[in-house]
Each structure stands twice: as structure tokens, then as C-alpha cells.
């Protein structure tokens, strides 16, 4: 089974030299194909869901997003006064997201570009993880999730479909994991906080479930 390290390489190779241009068209308002129309809708959907846990006013938060990508969840964090992390492994993503930002909230976001486990990203009040840990290993998943979220709230969208797509259209490997699983890997390095189902969307080709860790 691949390693943590060398799982994020392998993403950094896709996100960032081969796929990039496809993110920043799927992620735009651009016309895509009807698969990437429902992956659009559906992820849509799950930003929406996952922000509408957390308060409406953010004022004085600091908040991680863990692999912003193109930055959407970033500019509405932001948009409800957060200071915003964005990190991502892709810098061609990230340069995206930085021509994307409305420049009245510029201010309000560092997008970065490395590792979002780093802990040279600093402390955050919540963690905002969506479809970033779906290509890792339970264990990996659970090693992540103790680093980030002793203390954290965590929102993350944890499970894709991805095998749906055409072979052109597909991600890298995606890794379904269960409920149970995450709970066992979050046992395994400590954590015992509760591990909540917020929502499960389910529009053509995507399909995600969003879970939530609080301290």
C-alpha cells in the first residue's frame, strides 16, 4: 500500500501537470460535458452543505482549507469574515484561485502551496476538508485527522464515486471507506471525539459524504 508521501505525489503529478486545466474549467461557469456538469452540480451542493455548519459570521476565525484547489470554498469562507488558509499541492490551481479572489477579500486569504498537514500552517478554529482525503489509505485518513483536529472542528467530505467516469474523465484512484473505518483509524491514533454524517449527495457522477470530527 502506498505511503502517505507518496500518495500526495502522485496527486501533486495529476492536480497540477495533468489535469489542471480541467479543474479550472469544471471549477469556472464554463460549459463542460454532461458528466462534469453533474460533478459541478454535486460538488456545488456539498460546499453548500458543509459551509452551512459553520456559524454565519466567522469574524476572527481562522480557518484551514485542506486542499482549496481552485479556491470556491476559500472566497465564502472569507466572504463570512475568516482568515483563510488555502492550501493545495497544486501552484497551478492555486494561481487560479488567487486570479479568482475578489480583491475586497485578498486580504483575507493566504493561499499556500505544500502540504496541509504542515504545522507550519499554524492553529486554526475549524478545518474544512472537502474531497481531499478521498485518495488516501483508512490509516492515512486517520494519522491526518489526529493532526489536524485534536482541537479543531472538521468538516470533511470523505467519500467519491470517481470509478463512475469515462477513463478520461477520472481522478486519480479513489478509496471508498466506510463510517466504521475512519472511526477505527481515528481509535488508533487517539481520537475519540465524535465522528458525525452531516449529508451524502449524490448527483450523477458524484457521490460524497460529508463528516464532521469535533474535538
Known amino acids: ?6 500518495t500526495r505525489a502522485r496527486l501533486e503529478e495529476y492536480f497540477d501537470r495533468t489535469a489542471a486545466k480541467t479543474w479550472e ?27 452551512a455548519r459553520l456559524p454565519d ?3 476572527g476565525a ?10 470556491p470554498m476559500s ?32 486580504s483575507r486569504i493566504t493561499f499556500t502551496a505544500g502540504d496541509m498537514l504542515d504545522e507550519a500552517h499554524g492553529s486554526f478554529d475549524f478545518v474544512m476538508a472537502m474531497d481531499s482525503l478521498i485518495h488516501y489509505s483508512a490509516a492515512d485518513i ?12 472538521f468538516l470533511s467530505a470523505m467519500w467519491v464515486a470517481g ?17 466504521g473505518s475512519i472511526a477505527s483509524a481515528l481509535k488508533a491514533e487517539g481520537v475519540l471525539g465524535p465522528l458525525e454524517r452531516v449529508i451524502r449527495v449524490s ?7 460529508a463528516m464532521e470530527l469535533r474535538p
Do not use: N, W
Not at 1 to 6: C, F, G, N, P, Q
Not at 147 to 153: N, Y
Not at 166 to 177: A, G, N, T
Open 62 to 71: 481562522r480557518v484551514l482549507d485542506a486542499g482549496c484547489g481552485a479556491g
Open 57 to 59: 459570521d466567522l469574524t
Open 75 to 106: 472566497v465564502a469562507l472569507a466572504e463570512r469574515g475568516a482568515e483563510v488558509v488555502g492550501v493545495d499541492i497544486s501552484p497551478a490551481l492555486l494561481e487560479v484561485a488567487r486570479k479568482r479572489t475578489p480583491e475586497a477579500l485578498a
Open 203 to 209: 448527483r450523477g457522477f458524484y457521490i460524497s459524504q
Open 163 to 179: 470509478k463512475a467516469f469515462p477513463r478520461s474523465d477520472r481522478s486519480p484512484q479513489i478509496i471508498p471507506h466506510s463510517d
Open 1 to 6: 500500500m502506498e505511503t502517505y508521501a507518496t
Open 142 to 153: 486517520g494519522r491526518a485527522l489526529a493532526r489536524l483536529a485534536p482541537r479543531t472542528p
Open 25 to 51: 474549467r469544471l471549477t469556472s461557469d464554463a460549459p463542460v460535458s454532461r458528466i462534469r456538469q453533474t460533478v459541478r452540480e454535486g460538488r456545488d451542493t456539498m460546499r453548500a452543505a458543509m459551509l
